[in-house]
């Protein structure tokens, strides 16, 4: 008896991203307002989502400098791991030293 076994297709689309605006919101001289490119990728906008890395580059070409192309399976389009259950965060930390200095 022959076995069958399903082959994994794994489809890569191609995310034109944009970065998020900077808080407080700023203007530049042109009036526009500035972009946080330092942000991680994880929290920049999904603008338009293409199937082949050329149209995504050919798109780049009309639009401003601060966008990117990133492919879907890239690492850094994942949020980043939420802290540890038993590490003790900032409130925890600060409410244990008030009750301390009572």
């Known amino acids: 008896m022959r076995k069958c076994y399903a082959t994994a297709l794994v489809l890569i689309m191609w995310f034109l991203m944009l970065p998020p605006p900077l808080m407080p919101p700023v203007k530049d001289a042109a009036g526009d307002f500035k ?37 879907s399976n890239d690492p850094a389009l994942k949020k980043p791991a939420p802290a540890a259950a038993g590490a003790p965060t900032t409130s925890t930390m600060s409410g244990a030293a008030a009750s301390h200095m009572q």
């Open 35 to 71: 972009m946080n490119t330092t942000a991680p990728m994880s929290q920049w906008f999904k603008y338009k989502t293409y199937q082949t890395q050329d149209e995504c580059k050919a798109t780049l070409t009309q639009v401003q400098s601060f966008y990117k192309c990133v492919a």
